[in-house]
């Protein structure tokens, strides 16, 4: 079963709801200013040596990055064309005049 409490980041000794994770980090960041703030997930918080290790296995990176979860399909890129008046509006003139050619 999923535990309601998480340990603090900074200090292991408080344990919080997790819902009220967030505002108990802005309290204790004051007090203890040393740990880097993870880029995909703010309730993360890690000393500057294991936050490379942390961003790169991040499991809050995949709903940033959605598309990573995925094997990665290439397309071909083609070059836009432009839609002129006669492709998108009906041909409601009776003379059929047509200014953009």
Do not use: G
């Amino acid at each position: 079963m999923d535990d309601p409490f998480v340990s603090c980041p900074y200090e292991a000794a408080h344990r919080v709801p997790r819902s009220r994770l967030q505002a108990h980090l802005v309290k204790c960041q004051q007090k203890y200013p040393q740990l880097r703030i993870c880029p995909y997930n703010a309730t993360h918080r890690f000393p500057e040596s294991e936050m490379k290790a942390h961003v790169v296995s991040c499991p809050s990176k995949a709903f940033v990055f959605p598309e990573e979860r995925h094997c990665k399909v290439t397309a071909a890129l083609t070059t836009p064309r432009p839609i002129l008046q006669k492709d998108y509006l009906p041909e409601t003139d009776p003379n059929h005049e047509i200014w953009d050619d």
